[in-house]
């Protein structure tokens, strides 16, 4: 089964900062997904990706398949931010679903 | 329309209540699934439907049926459930099972007294 790694676990930046998440995984992967959960709520997906780069806005997903890693930029931080950030992989075939990281709790100060 | 929707928002109930969750989605998906979260942990899958039928039970207690009763309904029965079925209990769909962009409800948070 695939692991899924998440760094860092915990993120506090001042507002207007550029923000890092990584996500790291064992095993080959169909994609790869990016997700966003505000404090009791539900769950937004951000990107799914296979390869490459994607943007939306202010935010940017990498994914380098060889080294079996993928980041989350967040440009130009506001307070709105403030979310869990979530990597989640579907590693294809058989009777899999998602293997979700364990999140990035993350918090954008004003 | 790109909404899934779920209802009750939040639910309370005993150990000996019967209760249903419900979860609907209008995109056309032919997948759809159940997670449970719990606070601080990732979701955790527990049941998936493809074209109405029961693909993947990731080994869930009996005290959990899932039920789709079409391609656009998904419903999860509850019985006899523990203290410990607390949880924020989360329905997605995609296009198909697989590589496919999963869309999530606002959840269903669950309380068992």
Known sequence: KNEVEQSPQNLTAQEGEFITINCSYSVGISALHWLQQHPGGGIVSLFMLSSGKKKHGRLIATINIQEKHSSLHITASHPRDSAVYICAVYSGGGADGLTFGKGTHLIIQP | ?113
């Open chain 2, 1 to 113: 329309d790109t909404e899934v929707t779920q209802t009750p928002k939040h639910l309370v109930m005993g150990m000996t209540n019967k209760k249903s969750l419900k979860c609907e989605q209008h995109m056309g998906h032919r997948a759809m699934y159940w997670y449970k979260q719990k606070a601080k942990k990732p979701p955790e899958l527990m049941f998936v439907y493809s074209y109405e039928k029961l693909s993947i039970n990731e080994s869930v207690p009996s005290r959990f049926s899932p039920e789709c009763p079409n391609s656009s309904l998904l419903n999860l029965h509850l019985h006899a459930l523990q203290p410990e079925d607390s949880a924020l209990y989360l329905c997605a769909s995609s296009q198909d099972w697989g590589s496919y962009e999963q869309y999530f409800g606002p959840g269903t948070r669950l309380t068992v007294t």
